[in-house]
């Protein structure tokens, strides 16, 4: 078995974890129960039922590369989701990751609609359903943890909207008249107390369909047990690199308080929680508290590629320090919410900005390896004690299982739940394009029905073309987000300009009557653009695409993992390059775009790349494979000068993506 150098999450289904204790603050400013008033603040947008967004072009690709991957076959070579799960009624594997592995593959199999795929997730939903308890609660009898039932209640959700099960809804309602009951007994904590938000979440959704002021009832004592993560970002106390010594963590792997309040994935869901309970109490602060946060972890933490640092706990703004796949996707999820909540086009970016580069970059190009933490500056990926703050020697290796197998299980929901989040409707029953990738869409406007066809090279190009046809002639907004990037963005509509106004970080609204064949053009200019970081680097960015630096690789075989493997990877060039480039000069950036290939994301085939001088840095070196933090930039004048090539960041799988500045 591989070393597991942290074995928190493994320790905690033995017993781990106290009784949560409630900040006295925080009950005070919490409404009682009976006080919560029986209706919930609408979300300025709605995301569409599981299915009616459907992926074409390079994102089907992409999904199909995932079946094709673990994503389809991880039950087939890794027991804790294979037929002993004790999510299977066996005796395996019974806490998270059966939830996590149906969480992302429901949406994967309903939007390929492979049967193969479905059937597999059809064993995980027939079980839970057929063996839940007379008292209401499902799962495994062998685990009474509140917190792996969390994902499987967003699991049962999507299952819902794809199927219309009529055994669902009574399913959940009675496990919540369940857990409403026993928890004032039995309360939250570990993980279920920082994750509460997420069962608020699927309790708000099933209140949306069936409106019982209990299950507000049971809202309330959710975030009455709940970490009060609002609390913990005014002010933010958490603004350097969280170590283990800081943490006061010994070896054996245990979270403490701290600890749990410096993960990066418990930080990553905890960004929906206020445009969550904004919809409970409809308080501009909650509104307010959501760009609060994500500024914070910004501010302290953020990393070009979209994400924040967390190997495995808040790690600073370094580029050499890592970020955990499930953060990627968690804080992706919890995004979608915040932008159907609040309709704040600026969320979308960002949610681009992790999907198009975060998210890809952490996978082989096959998706059969993955990695436990990716690193903007990853020179190498080996079996190195640097530079995590709380993981161990396998954190960036590709592999089944690196580190620890919350990733192997939780990465699924990545690309399913972006496809089904680049359209939204609009509170006047419209429809928004929210994200833009190659897609189909299939809803109802009113009583009719409408068909969008979204034709793009998105995030390569800056071309998206929308063909809508509605069955007859029918009156509607169409709403087109127009990044923050996109000054000069242009609408067309059946070839003539669109007589609207078209603002950067804002939605363009089309209003009219739409006839079928009808034909929105949306071009986004996609002008190369230079973003400063940590000790005043540079990274370059295109349209939502961050550009690398490649230093080559050879890929080395570490094990076989049954039908997966472990590998190790290593340069073959020099990696230690400074730009000649600034905010002014970035128009200099030469572009050169190729055909968008079967597999966009990979090094061999990159659909765009970027050409630009940059020279080496005899004084930037490497200690145990990770590449030490960046001189501080600007430098004086380096040479000799060099024409460097850069590819999107998740094409190169050893990369330098901040660079020091010279002139």
């Not at 199909?64 to 066996?90: C, K, R």
């Not at 897609?439 to 998105?458: F, I, P």
């Not at 000649?580 to 190729?594: C, F, L, M, P, R």
Request: aromatic residues 10%; charged residues 20%.
């Amino acid at each position: 078995m591989d070393q597991k150098p942290s074995l928190s999450r493994r320790t905690f289904v033995q017993g781990m974890g106290a009784a949560s204790l409630i900040l006295p603050s925080f009950r005070a400013a919490l409404a009682s129960p009976s006080d919560t008033k029986n209706k919930l603040a609408s979300p300025v947008f709605q995301l569409l039922p599981l299915g009616e967004v459907r992926p074409t072009g390079w994102l089907l690709h992409q999904l199909q590369i995932q079946a094709d991957g673990l994503g389809g076959h991880l039950d087939e070579t890794w027991p804790d989701v294979g037929p002993n799960s004790g999510w299977l009624g066996g005796t395996g594997e019974s806490w998270e990751r059966g939830p996590y592995f149906l969480d992302g593959l429901i949406p994967l199999a309903w939007l390929l609609d492979d049967s193969t795929l479905k059937a597999k997730a059809q064993k995980f939903v027939e079980w839970i359903l057929a063996n839940q308890s007379p008292d209401g609660m499902l799962g495994p009898k062998s685990n009474i943890d509140w917190w792996p039932r969390i994902p499987m209640l967003k699991a049962l959700a999507q299952y819902y909207e794809v199927t219309g099960d009529k055994r669902v809804i009574p399913a959940i309602s009675r496990y919540f008249a369940y857990q409403r009951a026993a928890l004032p007994g039995r309360p939250l904590e570990s993980w279920g107390r920082y994750r509460w938000q997420d069962e608020v979440y699927v309790v708000e959704w099933l209140y949306d369909r069936n409106p019982d002021p209990a299950l507000l009832e049971l809202a309330a004592l959710l975030h009455q047990q709940g970490y009060d993560w609002r609390a913990q970002f005014e002010p933010f106390r958490y603004t350097e690199v969280c170590t283990r010594e800081f943490l006061g963590l010994s070896h054996n792997g245990d979270n403490n308080d701290k600890a749990l309040q410096c993960h990066g994935v418990n930080n990553g869901q905890a960004i929906k929680t206020s445009p969550v309970w904004y919809r409970i109490t409809n308080s501009p602060a909650d509104r307010a508290a959501f760009a609060t946060q994500l500024a914070a972890l910004d501010k302290y933490h953020g990393l070009p590629n979209g994400i924040f640092s967390c190997d495995e706990h808040l790690a600073g703004r370094d580029p050499s320090h890592g970020s955990e796949l499930c953060t990627v996707v968690e804080t992706m999820f919890s995004l979608d919410v915040a932008l159907a909540t609040l309709g704040d086009a600026s969320i979308a970016d960002r949610i681009e900005k992790l999907a198009y580069n975060a998210l890809p970059g952490t996978f082989s190009d096959d998706m059969w390896a993955h990695q436990y933490d990716q690193q903007p500056n990853q020179i190498q990926v080996s079996l190195n004690s640097k530079p995590w703050t709380t993981n161990g020697v396998e954190s960036n290796l590709y592999g089944l299982e690196p580190n620890f197998g919350c990733c192997t299980a939780n990465f699924h929901q990545g690309w399913p739940k972006l496809t089904s989040s680049l359209w939204m409707r609009s509170s006047d029953d419209g429809l928004v394009a929210a994200i833009y990738a190659p897609c189909e869409v299939s809803t109802h406007v009113g009583d009719t029905h409408v068909r969008l066809t979204e034709e793009t090279g998105y995030p390569f190009r800056g071309l998206v073309k929308i063909t809508v046809n509605p069955a007859k002639p029918a009156h509607f907004p169409v709403s087109l987000r127009i990044p923050e990037w996109a000054t000069g963005a242009k609408v067309r509509i059946n070839g003539q300009p669109a007589s609207v106004s078209v603002q950067p970080a804002a939605f363009t609204r089309l209003d009219r009557e739409w006839k079928p064949g009808d034909i929105i053009e949306l071009d986004l200019p996609m002008q190369p653009r230079v973003s400063r970081w940590f000790k005043n680097s540079v990274a370059i960015e295109r349209g939502p695409l961050v550009f690398s630096y490649s230093p080559g690789e050879s890929w080395v075989k570490l094990r076989q993992r049954g039908l997966s493997a472990d590998w190790q990877v290593f340069p073959t060039k020099p990696w230690n390059y400074a730009l000649k480039i600034d905010e002014t000069s970035a128009s200099s950036i030469s572009v050169i775009e190729s055909p968008i290939g079967a597999r966009p994301f990979a090094n061999s085939e990159p659909p765009v790349k970027l050409q630009l001088t940059g020279a080496r840095i005899d004084s930037w070196r490497s200690a145990d494979g990770v590449a030490n933090p960046l001189p501080q930039s600007p430098l004086t004048a380096h040479g000799p000068e060099e024409t460097l090539t850069l590819i999107p960041y998740a094409a190169a799988k050893l990369r330098i993506t901040a660079f020091s500045q010279y002139s």
